[in-house]
């Protein structure tokens, strides 16, 4: 965290239902496009990534948004990638204010590193106490070392092996696997919306 987080509870939220950041860490991974586009039904631009919300609960609670979750949840087995951003995306879709992107600056390895990030999230494998040279990885280690956990952190990177490493960008794939099985998923959100309205 390099900003106070006033700034974020200060966002003018009006009708939306929440404010975040759009998902820069999918933005150029094609079959993640195409997930979002053909197998979420939504714009890949309005996407965003759920690591950093200002919600509107007074909203949320009057309108059912837990309810409406739970109904979701429990009809259909959609067999999401990022569950918990998936259901933000589609239940608020319309209603979703961006914030600047510095609230959620996430590494990856397409964008230069943004200058001056608020709040940096070490999301996917992008994670400095798992692999040197990580993008935004020197404000990490600077927090940690104002902590009594730094040397513990620094064990940790040394012990994840490189199979460790293999393992975890591993998972990446996985996920870009299971687009082609979404994409022929009659129960995949793109389907399901031409039959009920998952908004609210």
């Known amino acids: 965290m390099n900003a106070d987080i006033a700034g974020l509870?200060?966002?003018?939220?009006?009708?939306?239902?929440v404010a975040?950041?759009?998902?820069?860490?999918?933005?150029?991974?094609?079959?993640?496009?195409t997930y979002i586009r053909d197998c979420l039904g939504i714009d890949p631009d309005k996407y965003v990534n759920s690591g950093v919300l200002v919600m509107n609960c007074l909203a949320m609670r009057d309108e059912g948004f837990v309810d409406k979750f739970l109904q979701l949840l429990s009809t259909y087995q959609?067999?999401?990638?990022?569950?918990?951003?998936?259901?933000?995306?589609?239940?608020?879709s319309g209603r979703i204010?961006?914030?600047d992107p510095r609230w959620d600056a996430m590494p990856n390895d397409f964008d230069p590193e943004m200058t001056g990030p608020y709040l940096i999230h070490y999301n996917?494998?992008?994670?400095?106490?798992?692999?040197?040279?990580?993008?935004?990885?020197?404000?990490?280690w600077?927090?940690?070392?104002?902590?009594?956990?730094?040397k513990d952190l620094q064990k940790q990177l040394a012990a994840f092996s490189d199979q460790d490493r293999k393992e975890e960008l591993a998972k990446m794939q996985s996920m870009v696997d299971m687009v082609c099985k979404n994409l022929h998923d009659p129960q995949n959100w793109f389907h399901v919306?031409?039959?009920?309205?998952?908004?609210?």
């Open 20 to 33: 975040a950041c759009h998902d820069q860490s999918v933005h150029y991974i094609e079959p993640l496009q």
């Open 142 to 150: 600077q927090v940690a070392k104002e902590t009594p956990f730094y």
């Open 78 to 92: 959609f067999n999401s990638i990022a569950p918990d951003q998936d259901y933000l995306n589609e239940i608020c």
């Open 97 to 99: 204010k961006l914030l």
């Open 124 to 140: 996917l494998s992008y994670k400095p106490w798992h692999f040197e040279e990580v993008k935004y990885g020197s404000y990490f």
């Open 9 to 17: 509870y200060q966002t003018e939220l009006g009708n939306n239902l």
């Open 193 to 200: 919306k031409r039959e009920i309205k998952v908004t609210l």
